[in-house]
């Protein structure tokens, strides 16, 4: 009975093994698109709110926000091709445009790789080792006295 | 339920440290002695078990994921002080080579998850033990990760009140996301955990079990 709960909770588990619920980041150079927006005589849209939808989904905008405080709206693609882009100002103006995401730079993101498996490895073996050390210190002191 | 480093302001992060610190001194003494070495490899074992389970993210609804953090099980065999010690070693390597959680947020995480939330598993274990053991266990392990969230989001929602630019969400929102999955995902499944691992255990009859 034990055994087959504990079998049934470990296959419950199993999908989500090896995962780790961190945040983590990774800069990737090259993989983002930038677009800057602003007006005829050189000034940004600054702050800005935007959307920005995927050509893989032209319903749910793939990003929302604000553009920076020069006028840049930087987004990573999953698929090239056409994105519409949509700027709107406080007073009024804006931008609804399409931009040519070119094929180079359309993709998905790279999966987790190997790192994501040893990474628990790695933590059982540190742990397993400090409590070998601890043990080792505590036989030799106990041999002693 | 790691709080990541940056969340938490030094009027948080120091006073955490300087009731922990004494408190790891204390559980290091008590534990780690000289009589402590039969019970070294159990308790090696189920906090290598704590680490590993607390990197299996179990998704919840509204695109994020809980986790367990498998501590309730040694402070119910060994008392919550160890447990406290056993969870902050994870909770620091988990900082140091994994990015989870944080250095300056270390004690914090640790009297939340390590401390308070055991703490409450073992007092309920303890009381509930002689009327039903598998219960009390099951119950325990609930309890303690509903007081283990529950700390963290007052914690965050104190931040939020005394400089909100450190931890800009709300109380009542992080409140929401911290204890909705753990009431109704991640408290069952730490129950379930730690009640088969106890019987394993108890069946196993290790030397150096408490």
Same mark, same amino acid.
Do not use: C, M, N
């Given at each position: 009975m034990?055994?087959?709960?504990?079998?049934?909770?470990a296959?419950?588990?199993?999908?989500? %093994? %090896?995962?780790? &619920?961190?945040? #983590?980041?990774?800069?990737?150079?090259? &993989?983002? %698109?930038? #677009?800057?927006?602003?007006?005829?005589?050189?000034?940004?849209?600054?702050?800005?709110?935007y959307e920005l939808w995927s050509p893989?989904?032209?319903?749910? $905008?793939?990003?929302?926000?604000?553009?920076?405080?020069?006028?840049?709206?930087?987004?990573?693609?999953?698929? $090239?091709?056409a994105w519409r882009v949509k700027v709107v100002d406080a007073g009024g103006h804006g931008l609804d445009a399409m931009v040519q995401v070119p094929a180079a730079q359309g993709g998905p993101p790279?999966?987790?790789g190997a790192?994501?498996?040893?990474? $628990?490895? #790695?933590?059982?073996?540190?742990?397993?080792?400090?409590?070998?050390? #601890?043990?080792?210190?505590?036989?030799?002191?106990g041999a002693r006295s | 339920m790691h709080v990541p480093d940056g969340f938490l302001s030094p009027a948080i992060t120091l006073p955490a440290y300087a009731v922990a610190a004494p408190l790891?001194?204390?559980?290091?003494?008590?534990?780690?002695?000289?009589?402590?070495?039969?019970?070294?490899?159990?308790?090696?074992?189920?906090t290598a078990l704590a680490f590993v389970v607390q990197t299996i993210a179990i998704p919840?609804?509204?695109?994020?994921?809980?986790?367990?953090?498998?501590?309730?099980?040694?402070?119910i065999l060994y008392g919550p002080l160890l447990a406290f010690l056993c969870e902050s070693l994870v909770l620091l390597l988990q900082a140091l080579f994994f990015g989870a959680g944080g250095v300056t947020v270390l004690a914090v995480n640790a009297l939340a998850m390590g401390l308070l939330g055991p703490l409450a598993g073992w007092a309920v274990h303890r009381l509930l033990r002689r009327r039903a053991g598998r219960a009390a266990a099951f119950l325990g392990a609930w309890v303690s990760m509903q007081v283990a969230a529950g700390a963290v989001a007052l914690v965050l929602g104190l931040q939020h009140r005394v400089a909100p630019e450190y931890f800009p969400?709300?109380?009542?929102?992080?409140?929401?996301?911290?204890?909705a999955p753990s009431l109704a995902v991640t408290g069952l499944v730490e129950g379930l955990y730690t009640v088969l691992a106890l019987a394993l255990l108890r069946r196993a009859d290790l030397r150096g079990l408490a």
């Open positions: 034990i055994r087959a709960a504990a079998l049934a909770l296959l419950a588990l199993a999908p989500g %093994a %090896a995962r780790g &619920h961190e945040v #983590l980041h990774e800069l990737a150079p090259g &993989h983002a %698109a930038g #677009l800057r927006v602003y007006y005829a005589d050189g000034e940004p849209l600054a702050y800005q709110a893989s989904d032209p319903r749910v $905008p793939w990003q929302k926000g604000r553009t920076d405080r020069a006028g840049w709206i930087a987004f990573v693609p999953d698929v $090239p091709g790279a999966g987790p790192g994501f498996v040893l990474r $628990p490895l #790695l933590g059982v073996a540190v742990i397993a080792a400090i409590f070998a050390a #601890l043990f080792a210190w505590q036989r030799r002191k | 790891w001194a204390l559980a290091a003494r008590r534990h780690l002695g000289r009589d402590a070495a039969d019970a070294l490899p159990v308790v090696g074992a189920l919840v609804p509204g695109g994020t994921s809980t986790h367990l953090v498998g501590v309730t099980l040694l402070a969400v709300p109380f009542a929102v992080s409140a929401t996301a911290l204890l």
